[in-house]
């Protein structure tokens, strides 16, 4: 197998590692292009033992330069920060497990310290044992250890572990976004669990809540507010797709595109709600094509 087919076998998982390392589609794909460029360099191919270790072991080293190189603008970000959303099809099967993609998990990572997000990753997600995972991050296999745990304490409940059909959450999300835009606050009194969030991150681009809402109360009083203004879930266009895992829509409105995603608990109440406004997080996103 020639250098150029040995790496695009390896290239979605790559692109899948870096996703979750990073949160963002476009910085996932460039470090997997990154990754073949190096691999195409090195004249790499049939001469190494095992190309993916390799594959891996760069982009996980490409991944925590690019961690370090964006510090201070992630420090500096305004708002609340969300990951650049996954966006697939409704009538596509998943690419991803939602539980691997959520935007709970993902918050959840970010929390990590970088070591600890590539150990976490590598070892849970693609099952990379401790040794190639000490090889590809120039530490000991103890101290891989050791960070694994670590992650998995912080992260432990962040993965949704129940199960509730996809048709299911499709009309949770649709019966909120029509009461939304009806102003039905008992309808969505009764869509949301009590101790639900919602997260809203324009990136200091497009006005958005400067930190989260906690709270059935809290969530309710924003929308309230945002629709009193004008500004709720009023689109000339919406598209519902499946967002990290879970039904959610795309929303055209004068501004621009808004993603919103909808994760459950397991009562089937929506637990979570995540607006992503920034501009420079959706231009991979389909425009809307269905009149609201």
């Given at each position: 197998?020639?250098?150029?087919?040995?790496?695009?076998a390896q290239r979605?998982?790559?692109?899948r590692?870096?996703?979750?390392m990073?949160g963002?589609v476009?910085?996932?794909?460039?470090v997997?292009?990154?990754?073949w460029?190096r691999?195409?360099?090195?004249g790499?191919?049939?001469?190494?033992?095992?190309?993916?270790?390799?594959?891996?072991?760069?982009?996980?080293r490409?991944?925590?330069?690019?961690?370090?190189?964006?510090?201070?603008?992630?420090?500096?970000y305004?708002?609340?920060?969300?990951?650049?959303?996954?966006v697939?099809?409704?009538?596509?099967?998943?690419?991803?497990?939602a539980e691997?993609?959520?935007?709970?998990?993902?918050?959840?990572?970010q929390r990590?310290?970088?070591?600890e997000?590539?150990?976490?990753?590598l070892?849970?997600?693609?099952d990379?044992d401790?040794?190639?995972?000490a090889?590809?991050l120039?530490?000991?296999e103890?101290?891989?250890?050791?960070?694994?745990?670590?992650?998995?304490?912080?992260?432990?409940?962040?993965?949704?572990?129940?199960?509730?059909?996809?048709?299911q959450?499709?009309?949770?999300?649709?019966?909120?976004?029509?009461?939304s835009r009806?102003?039905?606050i008992?309808?969505?009194?009764?869509?949301l669990?009590?101790?639900?969030?919602?997260?809203?991150d324009?990136?200091?681009?497009r006005?958005a809540?400067?930190?989260?809402?906690?709270g059935?109360?809290d969530?309710l009083?924003?929308?309230e507010?945002?629709?009193?203004?004008?500004?709720?879930?009023?689109?000339s266009g919406i598209?519902?797709?499946?967002?990290?895992g879970?039904?959610?829509?795309?929303?055209?409105w004068d501004g621009?595109l808004?993603?919103v995603?909808f994760?459950?608990?397991?009562?089937g109440?929506i637990?979570?709600?995540y607006?992503?406004?920034?501009?420079?997080?959706?231009?991979?996103?389909?425009?809307?094509?269905?009149?609201?």
């Amino acid at each position: 197998m020639n250098e150029t087919a040995v790496f695009e076998a390896q290239r979605p998982r790559l692109t899948r590692l870096a996703y979750r390392m990073l949160g963002s589609v476009a910085a996932a794909e460039d470090v997997a292009q990154d990754a073949w460029l190096r691999w195409r360099r090195a004249g790499q191919g049939d001469s190494v033992a095992d190309p993916a270790a390799w594959l891996v072991r760069t982009t996980t080293r490409l991944c925590l330069d690019r961690l370090r190189a964006d510090k201070a603008a992630r420090a500096a970000y305004r708002g609340p920060w969300l990951p650049e959303p996954l966006v697939e099809d409704l009538g596509q099967d998943p690419l991803e497990r939602a539980e691997e993609v959520s935007v709970a998990f993902l918050l959840a990572l970010q929390r990590l310290s970088p070591l600890e997000r590539a150990v976490f990753l590598l070892h849970e997600v693609f099952d990379a044992d401790y040794a190639a995972i000490a090889a590809a991050l120039g530490r000991n296999e103890a101290t891989c250890r050791q960070l694994a745990v670590r992650a998995r304490n912080h992260v432990r409940d962040a993965r949704p572990r129940f199960e509730i059909a996809q048709d299911q959450l499709l009309r949770l999300a649709a019966a909120f976004i029509d009461a939304s835009r009806r102003g039905d606050i008992a309808a969505l009194t009764r869509l949301l669990a009590e101790d639900a969030v919602l997260i809203s991150d324009g990136g200091g681009k497009r006005p958005a809540a400067l930190r989260p809402m906690i709270g059935r109360e809290d969530v309710l009083a924003l929308l309230e507010g945002l629709r009193s203004r004008g500004a709720g879930l009023e689109a000339s266009g919406i598209r519902l797709a499946r967002i990290n895992g879970f039904p959610g829509a795309i929303f055209a409105w004068d501004g621009g595109l808004q993603t919103v995603t909808f994760e459950p608990d397991s009562a089937g109440r929506i637990a979570a709600i995540y607006i992503v406004r920034n501009p420079e997080k959706l231009a991979r996103c389909p425009w809307p094509t269905i009149d609201p």
